[in-house]
């Protein structure tokens, strides 16, 4: 959870900059948010009261190293290795991520951030600085946080920091090109992936005993028609978005119907970039929120006004379908509830990619944020309840009825907070968060409901 910005040395991230962009719904900033970094031990406390095992937080880069590299920040160290220890003590454990989209100011001035091979050895660096000072008592890493979010959002559409793209000819964003920036940034990620499970698994995991996985956005696509081509176009759909990331890290290599789509625009792996990559992930994490129908996209208008990887995939997604939505809508204008979807995708990663070990990282609704709701009310959310519920069921039908290998599932979130583009619009919390009173926290039902559930299963 973001903020305060201006403890344990944190020094400016990309964030920080594209707060002044006006590309913040709200025009709100991340400085303070919900203040977790003051309140960590109060926050662990309503985890403990839920009944948790285990808690997923992220380690800001700038607050271990303020400029990317050099020297290290020990208040910042000290910081995460406080947090980690409370979260020990009440027997919570902790799952780090390393990298969630902020990246330090410092290296997108230097080199133009993941746009740039020389992060590789930056990003290992501080990741291995991590391994050496928490990794005696954490035990699942996750390098990165959604790449494909922040390859798209920041380069090629250009919603979330850096900013940078070129759709509808140029006149979102200053600079960029969406055709060929988030395939150089993606290749980066996934390099940087390998490169640190490398020398984790080299250096520090007879060890520390630890595993290392990555967590990915994924949408599940379903054919809006029965026609081959609509069928073809969701395949495509999920090429772009998850076989993007996920077969690099388990075949070596992008999927074919990218390799033939974008062609030269799309970085080649080497033989022993390759060779590294296969089978670095010792988990997939999968960050699962909603449903889309794909249909192919048999029109080049698309194609001339965003000339990027989306009109690559030759796929047009979408949460409607002949006028009908795909399912209950939330808050977010792209959070449509369709709990099947999550069991879909299970057993798609199953039959697809050899039935590896899941995380679900993320699961999730929101409810907005208005002054027209009081807070007794914004605590009755029973459509919350309703969302893990189901999704919760159709997992445990996946595990059971089907077989997959899923070991896990985290929701998102803990508490109300900051959700970068949407600012402060959003609440997907369990606790309700009072903005306008030192931060209070309130229980809403659906905590009553996860504690019944955790305590009865």
């Not at 070596?252 to 992930?281: C, H, I, N, Q």
């Not at 697809?352 to 807070?375: C, F, R, V």
């Not at 070991?407 to 997907?428: H, I, K, M, P, Q």
Request: proline share 4%; glycine share 8%; aromatic share 14%.
């Amino acid at each position: 959870m973001i903020g305060p910005k201006y403890f344990a040395s944190l020094v400016l991230g990309i964030f920080d900059s594209h707060f002044l962009t006006g590309k913040i719904v709200d025009f709100s900033n991340a400085d303070v948010a919900v203040d977790h970094y003051h309140r960590y031990n109060e926050d662990i406390q309503l985890m403990k009261d839920m009944g948790m095992d285990a808690y997923r937080f992220s380690i800001a880069w700038s607050r271990i190293f303020p400029y990317g590299s050099g020297e290290i920040n020990q208040a910042g160290v000290d910081h995460y290795n406080n947090l980690i220890n409370a979260l020990l003590a009440k027997g919570i454990e902790p799952y780090v991520t390393l990298y969630h989209w902020d990246l330090p100011q410092a290296l997108e001035d230097k080199y133009n951030g993941w746009l740039n091979p020389q992060i590789i050895n930056d990003f290992a660096t501080y990741a291995e600085t991590c391994f050496q000072k928490f990794g005696d008592r954490v035990k699942n890493w996750i390098t990165f946080n959604e790449p494909h979010t922040f390859a798209v959002q920041g380069y090629d559409v250009g919603l979330q920091a850096p900013g940078r793209c070129s759709i509808l000819l140029h006149l979102f964003c200053r600079s960029g090109n969406s055709a060929r920036e988030p395939y150089i940034v993606a290749h980066n990620v996934l390099l940087s992936h390998a490169t640190v499970t490398d020398i984790y698994r080299k250096k520090y995991k007879s060890k520390q005993s630890g595993s290392v996985g990555i967590s990915f956005d994924v949408i599940w696509f379903e054919p809006a028609t029965n026609s081959t081509e609509d069928i073809e176009a969701a395949q495509r759909a999920q090429d772009f978005q998850l076989g993007w990331f996920v077969e690099p890290l388990i075949f070596g290599d992008y999927p074919k119907s990218m390799r033939s789509r974008v062609g030269s625009r799309l970085p080649e792996f080497s033989k022993s970039e390759a060779a590294r990559l296969k089978g670095s992930l010792d988990f997939v994490g999968i960050n699962y929120y909603t449903t889309f129908y794909a249909r192919h996209n048999s029109s080049s208008v698309i194609g001339v006004l965003l000339n990027d990887s989306v009109a690559d995939s030759g796929a047009i997604t979408l949460p409607f379908k002949d006028g009908k939505a795909i399912g209950d809508k939330a808050n977010s204008i792209w959070l449509y509830i369709v709990p099947q979807g999550i069991r879909n995708l299970m057993n798609y990663i199953k039959q697809k990619y050899g039935n590896p070990l899941i995380l679900i990282t993320e699961n999730g609704m929101d409810d907005a944020n208005s002054p027209m709701i009081s807070i007794k009310d914004a605590l009755k959310d029973e459509k919350r309840i309703k969302y893990h519920n189901d999704h919760l069921m159709n997992l445990l039908a996946a595990i059971k009825e089907d077989g997959c290998n899923v070991r896990g599932y985290f929701v998102w979130s803990l508490l109300d907070n900051w959700e970068w583009a949407a600012g402060y619009t959003s609440r997907f919390g369990l606790y309700f968060v009072d903005y306008n009173d030192k931060l209070k926290r309130y229980p809403k039902d659906s905590v009553h409901w996860f504690k019944n559930f955790l305590t009865s299963n």
